[in-house]
């Protein structure tokens, strides 16, 4: 039992919940970044709301198992956290192969996730400047997330 009475996965959940349910900060961003590519309907929304869960869902699931290497959390924390995010977020909706693909790319160094974003919510049509406001958000995200874990467990 960690600090406060909180177990280290406990305090991490309930760290990433909040960030992983934002849907009206999502909905923001998809309109920013939507320069009538993709009709600005329900459907549409939903879809990015779902590719950018997953996309932070990967950079968590990337920032907590370099913390588990360094040896700040077992792998049954590490476990705990990833099952109870994934189920939140109704992963098995996106499908594995797009999780995968997101995966494949944030451990290549993630230099292309605003392409595989752009691809499969914005036609491919994304300009390089919305590409480059992705790779800012995605890279802002996971450093502010890795600091802020890193002072709740460390």
Known sequence: MGFFGKSIDEKII???LPLLMDDNNFKMFFNILNENYVDKNSEN??????????IRYIIIKGVCGRLGTEGYMSTTE??????????KIK????????FDEYTA???????????????????GKLKEDSINEVRTATNDFERVFEETVEEKIK
Do not use: M, Q, R, V
């Not at 929304?45 to 997953?54: D, G, N, Q």
């Not at 590490?78 to 189920?87: F, G, Q």
């Not at 790319?105 to 036609?123: R, V």
């Open 14 to 16: 309930d760290h990433s």
């Open 78 to 87: 590490y476990t705990n956290i990833l099952s109870a995010l994934l189920e």
């Open 45 to 54: 929304i939903e879809l990015f709301i779902k590719h950018w869960k997953a």
């Open 105 to 123: 790319e944030y451990y290549n160094g993630g230099f292309d996730i605003p392409s595989i974003l752009s691809k499969y919510c914005f036609a």
């Open 91 to 98: 992963a098995t909706e996106l499908g594995k192969e797009i």
